[in-house]
């Protein structure tokens, strides 16, 4: 594995654990504040509302860190880089919902780590004349 492979492998594994860890985390904030909301349980877990929204902020940044890093390698579906980016605007509209998005990105990215393991043969673009 080249540097640089190992640099891409520790960023996605980075994404994938923020995207689990992170997205289950907000999802159980994202709960606790529609409970609070509705009068189900104390108006003071209202507050986390903060946690979860720097939560969707990482995930946005590090969703264009990863579409600009594994940009040209076939390392990482690009679905991925695209779930962590549609958390943040999709999160004001259905929070719980939106953070489901993360958690489906970072299994992808957790799973794709063993693709930094195989020997990876350059990608040629489609060369169909006529």
Same mark, same amino acid.
């Given at each position: 594995?080249?540097?640089? @492979?190992?640099?891409?492998? /520790?960023?996605?594994q980075a994404n994938?654990?923020? &995207?689990?860890? &992170? ?23 209202m507050f986390l509302?903060? *946690?979860?929204?720097? $939560? ?6 590090? &969703?264009?860190? &990863?579409?600009? /890093? $594994?940009?040209?390698?076939? $390392?990482?579906? +690009? ?16 929070? +719980? ?16 780590? /063993?693709?930094?393991? =195989? *020997?990876?043969? *350059? =990608?040629?673009? @489609?060369? @169909?004349?006529?």
């Open positions: 594995m080249t540097n640089n @492979n190992a640099g891409l492998k /520790k960023l996605a994938g654990l923020l &995207g689990v860890i &992170g997205g289950v985390i907000s999802f159980i904030c994202a709960t606790l504040m529609v409970l609070a909301a509705r009068g189900v349980i104390s108006s003071a877990f509302s903060l *946690p979860a929204l720097a $939560f969707r902020i990482a995930t946005l940044i590090m &969703g264009i860190i &990863g579409i600009v /890093k $594994f940009k040209g390698t076939n $390392f990482v579906p +690009m679905v991925a880089h695209i779930f962590f980016i549609i958390a943040l605007p999709i999160g004001p509209l259905t929070a +719980m919902i939106a953070d489901i998005f993360p958690i489906i990105a970072g299994i992808i990215y957790l799973t794709s780590l /063993k693709k930094f393991d =195989q *020997p990876q043969t *350059p =990608q040629m673009p @489609n060369q @169909n004349f006529q």
